[in-house]
């Protein structure tokens, strides 16, 4: 009897000690997972810093050369020279009656003083000035001597491409994006890296190493984005030709919230080669460099000078097709598809206003209008695009943003990416009858499940190409009118209403290439129409857009114009035609 009590004094002894370790096993687990937190904090808090010291210190010797220049020539005329096209300046330096010196140092310093109210810049690059040296003497390619600006995830040596997220910090490219190559080959000298927002995916333009860029023509507005620090710097004045790029409408977006010029080519039209992405390997939406600029001309300047044996040879699966200024020139007149809302997102009052009278300007110069309504797309919104983006659920979006801080541009977008499938389903269901569009966008985040249902949905996407390709040639459509998301919202608008992405989305998936062009400005008789908008499905998505544009009076109003794929140059015929007709009624 003595034995078993002994024995089980022992077993109670050892279930004690057993608890006893696992209690510190567990403690000293928890303890290891809260320093690597703190330490991945640090971390993260250290390379902001030194991703922000960069940026100072780059901005601070930019200033010092253009104080060191301004000193050492009086005579510049900066203001001469920032207020010509791009064709005036170039033809001005193509004939020695300006230097690429003073054109450079004009816009460095244009640009630094516009950053400082738009914090529009990720960091001056500093080889701009060595280039300088090198392309005066030489006089070649279109765009000699012209100063540049490229977004931030455009490769240049030495020069980080973050896309706005921690984890790309500190790893600069190895070399020059094939895009800066050939702007170099051309002549050109990019100066200076733009901002964008937080993992590329979001039309605002704030990041947690950088900040918010705000609008050139309201500081309480954003620029957009993805490419909102292209848009600002441009629309105020600091960059005479930039470039961006464009998955869901980041070139569009800004250049309608900052009032330029932007242009979304035919994907595969230029060189990716060197552009980075989120995240690689997504194949049913692809993204597209492409100029904005101040007008049309500039655009197709810049496609010109893209277009040229260089690229073809330095990125061989680029169709090697140049510019066609034919094209581009004629005055044929044009069978135009147009329309004032697509059935998914009211526009907004100036948005409406905006296709109307360029609807009746093109009318009254000899073209001919006909109605068109695209194909499903409430269907594409949510079937094709959103779940194509996120096939994977968001693993791979959420795995780039790990190891720092979201930020407010972001937060509330990607938040319900983090619920499981099976909450998400669930939400998506009980939400349908309150929310349809919130209830489709929500299953649509849970990806696509498997690879077989991956590859009917890339079918699905192939097929909604040719039917809308058979659309336009059963209406004999050349171009399309259509608007474009606008005026600026205003800030923490854009990470909650994704449904008014239909208007620009479209056309990435279609592969089509799409422009913008600025037609008007915000009036008064606008914002008293807003107060009555309702929205066509009358729930929260529609009052947040309500929300989000409300206070836009004087801001910049656009449309967007569309071709079908390859025909870039017609695209930007016809943007030049509406550029030009705008120009005209107000004289």
Request: charged fraction near 20%; hydrophobic fraction near 40%.
């Amino acid at each position: 009897m003595e034995n078993v009590k002994q024995v089980l004094r022992e077993m109670k002894l050892d279930n004690w000690t057993a608890a006893l370790l696992t209690g510190a096993a567990c403690g000293a687990g928890a303890l290891v997972l809260l320093v690597q937190k703190v330490c991945r904090h640090q971390e993260a808090k250290d390379k902001i810093q030194r991703a922000r010291s960069r940026r100072a210190d780059s901005l601070q010797r930019a200033e010092q050369a253009v104080l060191q220049y301004k000193t050492s020539h009086p005579g510049t005329d900066s203001a001469l020279i920032l207020a010509m096209s791009l064709s005036e300046l170039t033809n001005n330096l193509q004939e020695g009656l300006l230097s690429p010196e003073d054109v450079f140092y004009s816009y460095m310093e244009k640009t630094l003083a516009v950053n400082k109210d738009l914090n529009c810049c990720t960091g001056i690059l500093l080889e701009s000035f060595d280039q300088l040296k090198t392309v005066a003497p030489k006089k070649e390619g279109l765009l000699y001597g012209v100063p540049v600006s490229i977004k931030e995830n455009f490769a240049y040596k030495n020069h980080d491409s973050t896309c706005g997220v921690i984890v790309n910090l500190d790893r600069p490219a190895q070399k020059d994006s094939v895009i800066v190559e050939v702007l170099k080959r051309q002549g050109a000298i990019p100066f200076v890296k733009t901002n964008l927002p937080q993992a590329l995916l979001n039309y605002d333009c704030g990041n947690p190493m950088y900040g918010q860029t705000v609008n050139p023509h309201n500081l309480q507005k954003t620029s957009g984005g993805s490419s909102g620090g292209e848009g600002a710097l441009i629309g105020g004045g600091g960059s005479v030709l930039g470039f961006g790029s464009d998955a869901g409408g980041s070139i569009r977006i800004p250049a309608s919230f900052c009032g330029i010029c932007g242009l979304k080519p035919t994907a595969g039209r230029l060189s990716t080669v060197g552009l980075s992405p989120i995240f690689r390997g997504q194949k049913s939406v692809s993204s597209s460099p492409g100029p904005m600029a101040r007008d049309v001309d500039s655009l197709a300047l810049g496609m010109q000078s893209l277009l040229c044996d260089h690229m073809f040879s330095l990125d061989p699966t680029v169709p090697p097709v140049p510019f066609n200024m034919q094209i581009y020139q004629s005055s044929k007149p044009l069978r135009i598809g147009y329309l004032e809302n697509d059935g998914y997102t009211q526009p907004s009052p100036s948005m409406a206003r905006g296709i109307r009278e360029v609807k009746a300007l093109l009318e009254q110069a000899g073209h001919t209008l006909v109605p068109y309504s695209p194909l499903k797309i409430d269907y594409v919104v949510n079937e094709l695009f959103l779940k194509a983006v996120l096939a994977d659920g968001a693993t791979s979006l959420l795995q780039k943003l790990e190891g720092g801080p979201l930020d407010p541009c972001l937060g509330p977008q990607v938040m319900p990416y983090y619920l499981p499938t099976w909450l998400k389903k669930t939400l998506s269901f009980l939400l349908k009858p309150v929310s349809p569009r919130g209830s489709a966008a929500l299953k649509s985040v849970c990806g696509v499940g498997s690879v077989p249902e991956l590859w009917k949905q890339h079918a699905a996407v192939e097929d909604y190409i040719q039917e809308t390709i058979a659309e336009w040639r059963r209406l004999n459509i050349d171009v399309l009118l259509c608007p474009v998301i606008g005026p600026a919202f205003n800030f923490f608008y854009c990470c909650k209403l994704g449904g008014v992405l239909s208007y620009t989305v479209l056309y990435n998936l279609l592969t089509f290439p799409a422009g913008v062009v600025p037609v008007s400005t915000v009036t008064a008789e606008d914002e008293e129409e807003l107060g009555h908008y309702k929205g066509f499905y009358q729930d929260h998505w529609d009052e947040l857009f309500k929300q989000a544009v409300t206070g836009g009076e004087g801001l910049p109003v656009a449309v967007q114009c569309v071709a079908l794929p390859w025909q870039d140059e017609l695209c930007l015929r016809f943007m030049k035609e509406v550029e030009q007709l705008v120009k005209q009624s107000r004289k």
